[in-house]
């Protein structure tokens, strides 16, 4: 692409996350402009041309990829149109943007890969952390190996906003554990170093009472515990709708286990006393107390804050690649196998404590 040109973006689907990545583009992510608007729903999507100033809006997805002047897409429409989208996008020749989670099984994310392999396109997904200056940083000293290994990866996102109705049926969205925990099952992924190998889960549906008669599998809170391949361990806990302070509620601690020492019971969880830390903040937290000095010189914890508003970084990673050939990111092909771990734990029943091994589930969802 010319370094001097200008990326012509469509935003599809207008809804909150669709709006936040279209204000972004028009506010501010260099070399790109905002062209085009698509959503099935009309209202919806001329209200969003006016807000933001764009004439040209469809309701019909197809209409904006053959937008003269459309280089690269964002979808950012409910999880079940993902493939659908992003194959007839890669096959106009359009780059693309998808938020997360990636697709509804793997068989899709699989056909995602393929026509963006066929056409030459770039497919990145929208996992915020991998743009943290935090994350980055703290994934930097665990590959430089100057603090130890890492045993164990704790991650929580907990939301405020309430399901939406479409998210009820788990064809259509795939449940918490891939509408907002996709972005933990990458940084348990990312920050190992190391694929799942088996995964335990419970759930259930704690706040949302409405879709308990049409809609008995849904659940708005889930626990996952994982043993690595790597014979570490991941722990995820993931929540919608509850009620937190100020947006949503995102942690994740790293837990490290010294080179020198490998002892088995270091797998535990390691004793630490984790202060206050502030937003956008990476600190090492170590446990005070003189009488376990000998095993903190061996232990260490690292606590990682998300910054609350990384959608403008997700929107400019998109010039990058496009730019300079660099690879996304968060690459699609990453995502594909996030995607499989919320296949595995959806093979179990969620309102019960279950087991299956990493890849024992089938591709696509049973009915």
Known sequence: M????????????????????????????????????????????LAAGNELGVEDTYTDFRAALRHPHVDAVVIATPTSLH?????????????????????????????????????????????????????????????????GSVVQVKTLTHGPSQ????????????????????????????????????????????RTPEAQSTHPDFYDQVLLVSRMANGGQGSISGAQGVKVSSGADLDVEIE?????????????????????????????????RRHQADDIRQRRHLVVRAPRRLGHRRAADLVAPLEHGDAPAAPGEQASGDQAVVATADHQDVGALGHASYGSAPSARAA
């Open 256 to 288: 490290i286990a010294h080179d020198l020492l490998h002892d088995r019971e270091l797998l535990g969880v390691l004793p630490s006393e984790v202060r206050s830390v502030r937003a956008n903040e990476l600190e090492l937290v170590q446990d005070a």
């Open 83 to 147: 493939a659908e989208i992003a194959v007839a996008a890669a096959e106009h020749g359009k780059h693309i943007l998808c938020e997360k989670p990636m697709a509804i099984t793997v068989a899709e994310c699989d056909a995602m890969l393929a026509a963006t392999e066929r056409a030459g396109v770039v497919l990145q997904i929208g996992f915020m952390r991998r743009y943290s200056e935090d994350f980055l940083a703290a994934k930097a000293r665990i590959d430089a190996g100057d603090i």
């Open 163 to 206: 399901p939406k109705p479409w998210m009820f049926n788990l064809q259509h969205s795939n449940g918490p554990l891939a509408e907002v925990n996709s972005h933990d099952i990458d940084t348990v992924r990312w920050m190992s170093g190391s694929e799942f190998a088996d995964v335990y889960a419970i759930a259930g549906n704690y």
């Open 2 to 45: 010319d370094t001097h040109s200008t990326i012509g973006v469509a935003v599809i689907g207008t809804g909150r996350a669709g709006m936040i990545h279209a204000a972004n583009f028009v506010h501010g992510v260099r070399r790109c402009r905002l062209v085009a608007l698509a959503d099935s729903v009309e209202q919806a999507v």
